[in-house]
């Protein structure tokens, strides 16, 4: 191996700690790798982050109330973290995940996020996925979707 590659691997240590942080049982290190989330997906680049870290983080939205909210939080500010405007709609399903849990300041911070969001996508995304993500909100079995679906309107 190169001596670039062994500094490569020293580097992205960290973030693999991070990484396995996210999984870990102990709340706290869920936390405060949530809140390092765009160090995570600074080391990831845009395409992993898209194709991996989001996915993952939409499959793990069943955590503690203050893990989902730090989460929810992070996820509005992920635009250029996803390769901008253009992929921006790649940070809905985890947002409507989260805008659906019984928390109400989770949910209310999803929301949020929602609506930093929206005006970033162009108008054809707005339509093919901001407006199906409300409709499917509205359309929730739930009170906590639709709630969260009128914060959108």
Known sequence: MASGDVQSDESLYP???LIDELRNEDVQLRLNSIKKLSTIALA????????????FLTDTIYDEDEVLLA???Q???FTQLVGGESYV??????????????????????????RTLAPQHSTTD??????????????????TSRTSASGLI
Request: aromatic share 6%; proline share 6%.
């Open 75 to 77: 996820l509005g500010t």
């Open 15 to 17: 973030i693999a700690v």
């Open 71 to 73: 989460l929810a939080e």
């Open 126 to 143: 707005l339509e093919t996925y901001f407006v199906p993500t409300v409709k499917r909100l509205a359309q929730g079995d739930w009170f």
């Open 44 to 55: 990831l680049g845009v395409e992993r982050t898209r194709s991996e870290l989001i996915p």
């Open 89 to 114: 709609h790649v940070l809905l399903p985890p947002l409507e995940s989260l805008a659906q849990v019984e928390e109400t300041i989770v949910r209310d911070k999803a929301v949020e996020s929602l």
